[in-house]
Each structure stands twice: as structure tokens, then as C-alpha cells.
């Protein structure tokens, strides 16, 4: 069975750093995109940033210039680095893996979420 784990979440002043962490395992042929999405309280999850195994990257307007994705594709694990970072970013971040192919199963997958909180 395909699992995503994220880390990296927590509480940081504005203007400061953050990395999250997403490992996806279970019998994993490949992956086709993993990225970030968010979810702030009240709202609808949003893209963050999405990046396909060959390189193609689509950033949300709101963190171009401040985040930046990263992928190693032979462990399946993608990371994000959120520098600069504003009140409004806070939100639960969720990792996903788009057009997986493992032993047992086709699909997309999400992780279970990890909360960014961003003080003023």
C-alpha cells in the first residue's frame, strides 16, 4: 500500500524558514508529479507547488520568489523550503503523489498533513 509521510511543519516567526518533507513507499515503480498543497482554516486546499518527474515545475503566485521545491526521485521523496515566510501562509500542508505506479495499485495519494503557523 502507498503511504506519503510528510515532516517538517511547525510554528516560525514572519520572515522565517521552514522545510518540509514528504517520503512516499509502498512497492513504488514511479510517480509522475509530487507537490504541495494547502488548507487554511475555512478555506479551499489550494495548489502550492507541483513538480513532474521530468522536471516541470507550476508554483502558486503567492510563494513564487519565496518557496522552492525539490525532488529526489530515486528515494520518492519531495522537499519544500519556505523562506520569507508570512502569516498568511499559515495552513495545514498537504504532500501528493499524482500518477503513481506501485506492485499493488494505480493513483493519486496524499499524505496526512503537516501544520505550518506563521506569527506576526
Known amino acids: 500500500q502507498v503511504q506519503l509521510v510528510e515532516s517538517g511543519g511547525g510554528l516560525v516567526q514572519a520572515g522565517g524558514s521552514l522545510r518540509l518533507s514528504c517520503a512516499a513507499s509502498g512497492s513504488i515503480f514511479s510517480i509522475n508529479a509530487m507537490g504541495w498543497y494547502r488548507q487554511a482554516p475555512g478555506k479551499q486546499r489550494e495548489l502550492v507547488v507541483i513538480k513532474t518527474s521530468g522536471g516541470i515545475t507550476n508554483y502558486a503566485d503567492a510563494v513564487k520568489g519565496r518557496f522552492t521545491i525539490s525532488r529526489d526521485n530515486a528515494k520518492n521523496t519531495v522537499y519544500l523550503q519556505m523562506n520569507n515566510l508570512k502569516p498568511e501562509d499559515t495552513a495545514v500542508y498537504y504532500c501528493?503523489?499524482?500518477?503513481?505506479?506501485?506492485?499493488?495499485?494505480?493513483?493519486?495519494?496524499w499524505g496526512q498533513g503537516t501544520q505550518v503557523t506563521v506569527s506576526s
Open positions: 501528493k503523489a499524482s500518477g503513481v505506479r506501485s506492485y499493488y495499485s494505480r493513483g493519486d495519494y
